[in-house]
């Protein structure tokens, strides 16, 4: 292997002359205590940053096992590991100066949710830490200002290195803490199944945001505290007994006046299918993993799904069991995001009244008078609710604010008065009685039978490139073919939509084959991640990009609105 003396005189060599002579940097180089890896060289200093990774064997990074010993623990501490150099990064980056991006040092932003990246990755088995990074070549104008380049190598880049990823200058304590969240969050994970729960809200938990575009939490918000008939208590294994709301498996509504807290405590249960940072306030609020969130999504495509559990003969006599179009109506869009996420496997649904389709929800008695039901062909949720749970047994949670019709339907109802959840279960079921619910005497709901099995695009054959265009968490363009996942509400970060494109590139090339359906699909890309990781999935020449680890669900929510899919 080369070494740091080696990429010095190289650098000696290049200097000021044109950018392309970067180039010659590509290799593996020996520093003191890791291997520096210049990946990928960007073309001109506007490109985008070179790709860069540092490797400290497990001996000399020496973090104890202990600390990573479960997946969740590993991730915390990677996670932990990414944000520590990230804001060593952040001083360093730019004290070397020059045109465009020159004196970049930068590696993934992470927000509050902890997920796996490329950007660490810590053997589990060798203790061996992996941490890559963005750095942006110094030039003047395009003349290449090696100068500069070796101050980011060996000077800036070391002094980040050192204060990071070496286990003996981190505080210990610290890693120790981070390392039992995540050995206590997984334990109430695996509690919720064995406890018929499919969430859990600790007391104490701040669940408001500090803002619309600040995922911090916010100042002074009025801390969570369960009701007691919905209490269970947990003793985690470090942090001792934790009182909380358990939501029990069923169908549960939230009801409240407007401005209560309604929407903000669903959102804390569609992000509690991650573990969220220390000091997030939603540590302790878990979800099942399964669970996604349904709303309205006019405009979203949807391909050769089976929605007749909710809309049947319509007007254009449509077969609804194999349901497509370019441009969805509101309720034909929820009708397809709910039949999906039972195709994806998932036990939980979470829904807000804010976000969905009214005539999806409900239909009030008088116009049940007026337009008779053989004219409508829209079965809406509130009669599908009770048979999704006693016959497929998949949960609900919903926040109905204006509806009293779904009392009939819930098996616990909890109003947020104030920020403060009380369970009102049978003070609500008791005025129901008064309200008879029509809907007797429909068929039962079928679990949705669509079995599409997609066939390989033929522009993805052979070694020919395809552009992959991430667009930030709202979505990923793949050769120009626009997947909007804005409204897939559980998507955490860009780089897991970026990490989505590369699911659709590697499902085209091998997994794609007509006979493999779209669940199947998804299933082997996350089995694939799990076993080898995320940077299996991109055969880029230039390098692993930074990516995050997206759900399951996520993975099939992205096949669902790829409008380019060969059916
Ligand atoms: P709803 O859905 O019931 O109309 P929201 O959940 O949208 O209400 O909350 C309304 C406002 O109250 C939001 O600005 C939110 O940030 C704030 N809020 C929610 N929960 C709390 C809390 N526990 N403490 C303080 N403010 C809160
Ligand atoms: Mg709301």
Known sequence: MLTSTDLQNLLARIDRRGYPAYKDTKGAYQFPGYVLSIDHVQGDPFAAPSRLSVRVSGRTAAFPPALYRTDPQRIALQDELTRRFGRQAEQ??????????????????????????????LDPGTGDLLLRL??????????????????????????????????????PRRLQAVSDLAEDQQYIRRELAARGLCAFVADGSLLPRASGISALPLKGGVPFCSPPELAVTLELPHRGALRGMGIPRGVTLIVGGGYHGKSTLLKALELGVYNHVSGDGREYVITDGTAVKIRAEDGRSIRDTDISMFINNLPNGKDTSHFSTEDASGSTSQAANVAEALEAGTALLLMDEDTSATNFMVRDELMQRVVHRDMEPITPFIHRVRDLYD???????????????????????????????????????????????????????????????????????????????????????????????????????????AALGYCLIYAQRHLLDGRRDLRQVAGELDALIQRRGLESLCEDRAGTPFLARPRLQEIFACFNRYRGLNL
């Open 134 to 171: 963005e750095v942006g070549f110094p030039a003047n104008g395009r003349t290449i200002n090696a100068r500069e380049l070796e101050k980011i190598l060996f000077d800036l880049l070391p002094r980040c290195v050192q204060a990071s990823l070496f286990y003996k200058n981190l505080d």
């Open 92 to 121: 360093a980056s730019y004290q070397a100066r020059g045109s465009g991006h020159s004196g970049l040092i930068a590696v993934s932003r992470c927000g509050q949710e902890v997920l796996e990246r490329t950007a660490c990755r």
């Open 391 to 497: 016959r497929c047994g998949i949960s609900t949670v919903l926040v109905a604010g204006s509806s009293g019709a779904f009392f009939h339907a819930a098996d616990h109802i909890v109003q947020m008065d104030r920020y403060v959840p009380r369970d009102i279960t049978v003070l609500a079921k008791r005025e129901a009685e008064a309200f008879p619910l029509e809907g007797a005497g429909l068929e039962p709901a079928q679990e949705p039978g669509s079995r599409r099995c997609p066939r390989p695009s033929p522009e993805f054959r052979g070694a020919e490139r395809v552009k992959l265009k991430a667009l930030g968490r709202d979505g990923v363009s793949v050769n120009r073919e626009t997947v909007d996942l804005r409204y897939v509400e559980q998507l955490a970060d860009g780089e897991q939509s």
